[in-house]
């Protein structure tokens, strides 16, 4: 409503699911300084409370439960080497040191098939203590 009477008060980027970006991408949105696309948003797993995050290892009070990835890693490599190739930037919800990882690697292998500056690729959530070990990849 503030859009459609001239007053908006803030500017939005919003990173869309895969099938929502392409629904987009078939009929752009007009040019908008107040509204933009920025970019496709995955999830890669679950969170830490619901024991969903895919951990390393278990747990702490579950031994049997290592979380679980939203997005297998094989499927996740093909969807980041896919927005990567078309100057799509990817945000990719990481909560567990695996799923990091899995991101990680993602990204690194859509880099290596189509090298380019400035990607920004990004991890959101991304929290584990292993994951401070990575921050060079």
């Known amino acids: 409503a503030a859009h459609a009477t001239g007053a908006p ?33 995955l999830i ?22 290592f979380g679980q990835m939203v997005i297998d890693p094989a499927s996740l490599q093909d969807m980041v080497a896919d927005a990567h190739r078309a100057g799509t930037q990817v945000a990719i919800h990481t909560n567990g040191d695996r799923a990091i990882d899995h991101a990680l690697d993602a990204i690194e292998h859509a880099i290596a098939l189509t090298p380019m500056r400035d990607h920004r690729h990004r991890l959101e959530r991304s929290w584990q203590e292993r994951s401070r070990r990575s921050v060079g990849r």
Do not use: N
């Open 9 to 41: 008060r803030a500017r939005v980027r919003c990173y869309l699911t895969p099938s929502t970006f392409a629904r987009v991408a078939a009929s752009p949105l007009p040019d908008d300084d107040w509204l933009r696309v920025g970019g496709i948003k």
């Open 44 to 65: 890669s797993d679950g969170s830490i409370q619901l024991h969903t995050a895919c951990l390393s290892m278990p747990y702490f009070d579950r031994a049997d439960e």
